[in-house]
């Protein structure tokens, strides 16, 4: 944490931010977005054949 002393001395602490990652046009953070995308539609479509039984 980065400490920083103010005017009348109160100190304030800040977090440290990660570094920053550029990233190229089209260039995907990997293979987990599609894993997630057909993770959550296979939930919803559970989610939704539940509710209808339930019914």
Known sequence: MQVTEEDGGRLNAFAREPR????EA????????KVLLI??????????AVAVGIS
């Open 26 to 33: 089209g260039e995907a953070r990997g293979a987990n977005s």
């Open 20 to 23: 920053m990652e550029v990233m």
């Open 39 to 48: 993770g959550g539609a296979l939930l919803v479509i559970l989610m939704m």
